[in-house]
Nanobody
Framework: VQLVESGGGLAQPGGSLRLSCAASGFTFSRYAMGWFRQAPGKEREFVAVISWGGSWTYYADSVKGRFTISRDNAGNTLYLQMNKLKPEDTALYYC????????????????????WGQGTQITVSA
């Protein structure tokens, strides 16, 4: 299993970025996928999750209405569109594969995910 994030970088407050996560080594279309982030000195936290088919999504309150998670099962890629970025969005962002197929239970728990990408840095600053 391999998860490779891309699309990170520097953005101004109010700006936008789109993250991608290229997945391989498993049947991508059978697993829910999540995005998490970790700011310096803080614990890794849930950002967003999407079901295996893409019909169901859920977001942390801190990003709801600004971020959109989506997936392309034909291309084995997960996305996170981030709009109206704030300085507090600055963090290392990770994509993660849900441990069990066809399952979205306890989507906010880190232990529910068994594979993680290496992370991509997002810095929001003027």
């Amino acid at each position: 299993v391999q998860l490779v994030e891309s699309g990170g970088g520097l953005a101004q407050p109010g700006g936008s970025l789109r993250l991608s996560c290229a997945a391989s080594g498993f049947t991508f279309s059978r697993y829910a996928m999540g995005w998490f982030r970790q700011a310096p000195g803080k614990e890794r936290e849930f950002v967003a999750v999407i079901s295996w088919g893409g019909s169901w999504t859920y977001y942390a309150d801190s990003v709801k209405g600004r971020f959109t998670i989506s997936r392309d099962n034909a291309g084995n890629t997960l996305y996170l569109q981030m709009n109206k970025l704030k300085p507090e969005d600055t963090a290392l962002y990770y994509c993660a594969k849900k441990r069990s197929p066809l399952d979205t239970d306890n989507y906010y728990r880190l232990t529910e995910y068994d594979y993680w990408g290496q992370g991509t840095q997002i810095t929001v600053s003027a």
